[in-house]
């Protein structure tokens, strides 16, 4: 399969339109200027593009969301009322999936549908015991039902964003056009580094304070889809990209701004599903990977010098100065994984997560519910906190959901392992794309475990969507048909 395509394609087409509408009232919301007008304007000319081809909203979302982050995702489009872009879009997609299931239906074509199975079953039964939980929660659990409530949206109807992936994405094609367009817009938000660089701090960094010295020069959300977008791009790169010069350039732009977001747990989630993907393709083809990086090391020699010239003489100084004040605090920022000295953020993670640990005690099987708090206190400092604030996403669905809520979570990720695994030994021509997916996978795990992934939309998405990459490669391997009506 052939990841990039020049053709600009119907689907493709429709997308750009969308985006381009719904672009403008999420930009305004960005700087703070909502317009209630523009946005209705907007996402009916969304809603209409979405309408022609469902798979729109799947290219929506993404492209959407890697840009404008929690301006698409959080931002309420009317007022006080909860409900973002992200959500309409969601609804978009699924009412244009039901229209076209009912047209071909109508037309006598034979409608293909999901076929359920354990991957399914798993989330469905997580979903069941949310809604069960957040009962629980509201009966008189909760301690604030806001939270509660924010709680059920993100366990109980983000897994939709799954069901509409694998409902619109029936196609070698479409898998294509969605993975291609997750890595060119990756490489777009490179350009997020280098406005960070010459405004001397990273746009929407102030959401993710530093616990250390330094300053972000790239918001941490963009560096976490900049390094899906690379975990997608590196076996192409290695086993059947021609131009690897460019590409050499590109990942390297991408790394340099991953390591700009001074995310420690982003970097060692990175180097666990970039290890894991390069052990793989060294058994697949050891001989070309090698020549590409001994041919590379050279230019990446040549793009460090070049760089570095440029940045002495361009008339940005003093941002050329403030990348150079950048250095030490990467070393503080690197020596502290190993270490944790003089880290507020780790010493909170070790106190917060033992709190949390004697709250599970209290009340293991079913958890402690949705809305809860929690309080820690270290030498004179004090404070209160809720459960899902406790950057630790797997923690925080066995406190508040119990052993057995935590069992159906687990089993959805042991259920996807499986699937890889088969897919890996099944050994055609997607593999490549397999190992993709599970670098993937392996990235966002790690990383769930030491910040909110799983609490917070504009990332929780993407583990939704992972799932559904897999399960689409699972099925082209022969369990549903390849061509779809309406590719």
């Known amino acids: 399969m052939s990841l990039f395509s020049r053709k600009l394609t119907p689907p493709i087409f429709y997308s750009i339109v969308s985006i381009v509408f719904l672009s403008a009232p999420v930009a305004l919301g960005a700087l703070g200027l909502q317009n209630a007008a523009v946005s209705l304007l907007a996402l009916a000319a969304s809603s209409l593009c979405i309408l022609r081809y469902p798979e729109v909203s799947i290219y929506t979302i993404l492209v959407l969301t890697m840009v404008f982050e929690r301006f698409f995702t959080l931002e309420p489009i009317f007022g006080d009322i909860k409900l973002y872009f992200l959500d309409a879009v969601i609804g978009a997609g699924i009412f244009s999936h039901v229209i076209w299931s009912l047209r071909e239906r109508s037309g006598g074509h034979k409608t293909q549908l999901l076929k359920v199975g354990h991957l399914e079953i798993s989330i469905v039964f997580f979903v069941f015991f949310v809604f069960l939980t957040y009962l629980r929660s509201i009966a008189g659990l909760t301690q604030d039902a806001d939270i509660a409530f924010s709680a059920l949206k993100n366990y109980a109807f983000y897994p939709i964003v799954y069901l509409l992936f694998v409902s619109v994405i029936r196609s070698e094609r479409q898998l294509s056009r969605f993975m291609s367009l997750f890595v060119m817009t990756s490489w777009f938000l490179v350009i997020f580094l280098l406005l960070g660089v010459l405004r001397g701090e990273g746009i929407w960094t102030q959401w993710t304070p530093l616990s250390t010295e330094g300053v972000r020069y790239i918001a941490f959300t963009h560096a976490f889809y900049i390094a899906m977008g690379m975990l997608i791009f590196v076996p192409i790169w290695l086993l059947r990209t021609k131009r690897v010069y460019l590409a050499t350039a590109l990942l390297w732009a991408q790394g340099l701004a991953v390591l700009a977001s001074l995310m420690r747990h982003l970097w060692m989630s990175m180097a666990l599903g970039m290890g894991v993907m390069l052990s793989v393709l060294i058994k697949i083809n050891r ?192 369990h549903r048909s390849q061509v779809t009506n309406h590719k």
Do not use: C
């Open 287 to 478: 001989q070309r990977i090698s020549i590409i990086f001994k041919r590379n090391l050279g230019l990446l020699f040549f793009l460090t010098a070049w760089m570095g010239v440029i940045l002495w003489n361009i008339p940005f100084r003093d941002s050329v100065e403030r990348l150079g004040d950048f250095s030490q605090p990467l070393i503080n920022r690197i020596a502290s994984v190993s270490t944790g000295l003089g880290d507020q953020s780790l010493n909170w993670r070790v106190y917060a997560w033992d709190v949390a640990g004697d709250a599970f005690v209290s009340s293991p099987a079913l958890g402690i519910g949705f809305g809860r708090a929690l309080s820690i206190q270290i030498g004179d400092f004090f404070q209160t906190f809720f459960v899902r604030e406790l950057h630790n996403s797997p923690l925080v669905i066995l406190v508040q959901m119990g052993a057995v809520g935590f069992a159906f979570f687990l089993a959805i990720h042991v259920i996807f392992i499986r699937m890889l695994w088969r897919l890996l030994h099944a050994k055609n021509s997607r593999t490549i794309l397999v190992i993709a997916v599970l670098g993937l996978y392996l990235n966002f795990a790690f990383a769930s475990f030491w910040q909110p992934y799983m609490e917070t939309n504009l990332l929780s998405i993407f583990f939704w969507m992972i799932l559904g990459m897999g399960r689409v490669l699972s099925d082209l391997s022969g």
